[in-house]
């Protein structure tokens, strides 16, 4: 191929890159994974001539399907919140917005993982930008039960148990009563409880726990799986229940150790059993620098060699990945399980586009569509991964796991399928090597679930309703409809548990069981853990065999849901229900009216404005896709661009209804931008907006999400957001 540089970039062919993504690939990746640098940007060329057109055309019916429902609402307007459902229904399936159904038929991926297709629990979601956040969650498959309970409200500060600076001996005896109670829930002794046991060993193969002056064995003797140390005095106790281990720790020596009877220093669970690498809606990466960050990181983790140097308390701390795990099992030989959670990692859905690559197929350079360049190039990073050339491995079967977000509908999930064929084979890899999650999050992606999973019938592992993201385009694609009710009740609208049953309903139907996981969302308050607990079994009860956990403590506390309940077993029992309503789907979460005092619309308002203002303000000034952002209320929430899809459409909504003024949605912005302005106050490279409106790319940014989000691509925020940041970055 031709090779020429200019403006800072590599021509390739059609493809100009940026040095920096020319040099990471080239200099760092391609010697280190074996592939030839000719045939790869040749290759690499001809999927990107091949798939550009491809992902405009899908684009355009995007828009061409919007503006025509735009049109039918304002031909067909609402009465009382109430639409003509039936003339709705046939409209949608005239302009082929609802598909029609095929036969029936089951999934058939193969070389899956077990942590996918076998074992039930929670899983993370985090920024891959962020080394030491991504090698947390690597490392998050085990987690102290006794630090999650301590550092949480899960354990409450009432008589003497209040969590003081240094170690409170009360609130500690509570954490030991609480893990004690769990063991006896879900590893019964035959006699007795954990409280009462004085020492542990192993006989003949089976555990005998000390009681006294007596000892019992397990009410099921097959839940003891392994233990480490010596027989007749080992230093861990490995159990399992629904397929997750739980580690008994033991050390007379240790600081808890040496005050319990049976000298347990902790109790370690199997968490985070699979963590998804965010390179979509958890970061802000907007140009080569940023999406090198990116790939960079994932490159390490897909070479067992990750690692992250930091200052914490005062000193100097490096992070890398953890070691696998090894057990004596009862009858002598050796157990290996894994030390890491299972990465996914998130491509970028099929809208964005990025000028790390600029693409010239005749009418002058335009940005690469991300996606494609996600599909390329992640997958070339985990080469050595999928090839089985690490010692600290992955993918055990030599698979790669994307998870593709945002895709409407079967046609776009055939183009991500194709895409992995392409790329599959620019790599010479064996067919179906990368196996695809589809996020079921977008409206068109929901009623064609069925049609869109027969499009990857032989890739598919997961599943997830995205609740926060499928509220935005539910919001967005009914605009003109009339006005939503408000952002609190949206939940208990008929819509929302239909959606939530479907999604499960189809995954069992087409046979995802053992093969993929059918997951849930996100839990959004990461200080209220007590609320988690209280609620959060509502997932696996629901069929659901992975649920989205905002840190590696709540994953811990998560997984105790997935030993009360075999979702295997719900899962078989679901099978036979009959399917969601559809109707109840398509039930639009109109107001049925707008007589809503002044008080409560203000109120409505500054909730969503302070919501926008807070995560807004840290992605375009700081490049931070994901942080707690305390709320009207400054309760801390997990904020990423899927809620402020929501915030921002939801005022849009109001505007475009006539139930809130410019006026006040100006002053509630400028009234709440003081206010995130002061919650910000103690972050030293916090930029305030309230003291430069008009030059502030942040508060500006947030203002174009509510007052230009009708003409929003599907009521997204990444155009305004990445836009906002590039020409800061510009400008700086």
């Not at 157990?335 to 586009?353: D, F, T």
């Amino acid at each position: 191929m031709n090779q020429t540089s200019h403006s800072n970039r590599i021509q390739k062919g059609i493809l100009a890159i940026d040095q920096q993504m020319y040099n990471f690939i080239e200099n760092e990746v391609l010697p280190k994974v074996g592939v030839d640098s000719d045939s790869y940007w040749s290759g690499f060329e001809k999927v990107v001539k091949e798939f550009t057109p491809r992902n405009k055309e899908l684009l355009a019916i995007r828009d061409k399907m919007q503006s025509q429902i735009d049109q039918w609402h304002l031909d067909h307007p609402a009465k009382d919140g109430e639409i003509d459902y039936p003339t709705y229904k046939a409209f949608l399936k005239e302009i082929g917005y609802l598909l029609p159904e095929g036969e029936d038929f089951k999934v058939s991926t193969q070389n899956v993982d077990d942590e996918i297709a076998h074992i039930a629990g929670p899983q993370l979601v985090v920024p891959v930008r962020n080394a030491r956040y991504a090698l947390n969650a690597t490392n998050a498959r085990w987690g102290s039960l006794y630090d999650a309970l301590y550092g949480t409200d899960v354990i409450s500060d009432e008589n003497g148990q209040e969590a003081t600076g240094g170690y409170n001996p009360t609130r500690g005896a509570a954490v030991v009563a609480y893990a004690k109670n769990f063991l006896d829930d879900n590893f019964a002794l035959a006699s007795g409880s954990y409280s009462d046991a004085t020492g542990f060993k192993v006989v003949d193969g089976n555990l005998e726990v000390t009681l006294g002056e007596g000892s019992t064995q397990l009410q099921d003797p097959a839940k003891f799986v392994g233990y480490v140390g010596e027989a007749d005095s080992p230093t861990g106790i490995l159990l399992k229940n629904n397929n997750l281990h739980v580690e008994i720790q033991i050390d007379g020596s240790h600081p808890v150790g040496k005050d319990d009877p049976a000298n347990i220093k902790d109790v370690l669970l199997e968490s985070a059993i699979t963590a998804i690498q965010d390179c979509e809606d958890s970061i802000a990466a907007v140009d080569a620098e940023e999406k090198v960050e990116v790939y960079r990181n994932w490159f390490g983790l897909m070479n067992g060699n990750l690692q992250e140097t930091f200052e914490k308390g005062g000193k100097t701390r490096t992070r890398k990945q953890n070691p696998d795990r090894e057990y004596n099992t009862p009858d002598g030989g050796k157990l290996i399980l894994p030390g890491r959670s299972l990465l996914l990692i998130r491509n970028v859905g099929h809208l964005m586009q990025n000028p790390a690559i600029l693409v010239d197929l005749g009418d002058g350079p335009e940005e690469i569509f991300e996606g494609l360049m996600d599909g390329l190039i992640t997958p070339l990073l985990s080469l050595n991964d999928i090839k089985g050339r690490n010692e600290l491995s992955n993918s055990r079967t030599g698979s790669m796991y994307i998870v593709k977000p945002k895709m409407h509908g079967p046609e776009e999930v055939k183009m991500a399928n194709d895409l992995f064929n392409a790329s599959e084979d620019l790599l010479g890899l064996e067919r179906n090597t990368i196996k695809i999650g589809i996020m079921d999050e977008e409206r068109r992606m929901t009623v064609n679930l069925k049609e869109a999973i027969r499009q990857a019938k032989e890739r598919v592992i997961f599943i997830n309703t995205g609740f926060l993201d499928r509220t935005g385009d539910e919001m967005h694609t009914s605009m003109n409809a009339g006005a939503f009710v408000p952002k609190g009740e949206m939940k208990s609208q008929a819509w929302q548990p239909a959606y939530e049953q479907w999604n499960v309903d189809i995954g069992l139907e087409t046979g995802l069981q053992g093969h993929a996981q059918i997951g849930k969302g996100m839990w959004a308050k990461p200080d209220e853990m007590k609320e988690m607990m209280d609620t959060k079994a509502a997932h696996p009860k629901a069929g659901a065999n992975t649920a989205w956990v905002p840190s590696p403590t709540g994953a811990t506390l998560h997984s105790m849901h997935y030993h009360q309940v075999n979702v295997a077993d719900v899962q078989d029992s679901l099978k036979s229900r009959q399917r969601a309503s559809l109707d109840n789907i398509l039930t639009i979460p109109l107001a049925k009216d707008t007589n809503w005092t002044e008080e409560e619309k203000q109120q409505e308002l500054e909730n969503n404005a302070q919501g926008i203002l807070g995560y807004v303000v840290r992605w375009v000034n700081q490049g931070v896709g994901c942080s707690k952002v305390p709320d009207i209320n400054d309760v801390g929430l997990m904020e990423d661009r899927a809620t402020l899809r929501i915030s921002s459409q939801h005022i849009t909504n109001w505007l475009h209804h006539n139930v809130v003024s410019e006026e006040q949605v100006m002053d509630a912005m400028k009234r709440m931008a003081k206010v995130v302005d002061e919650q910000n106050a103690d972050d030293p490279d916090y930029q305030p907006m309230a003291s430069d409106f008009e030059h502030s790319y942040a508060f500006k940014a947030a203002c174009d999400l509510v007052f230009k989000g009708r003409e929003q691509p599907s009521g997204y925020t990444e155009p305004l957001l990445h836009q906002a940041r590039l020409d800061l970055k510009a400008n700086v």
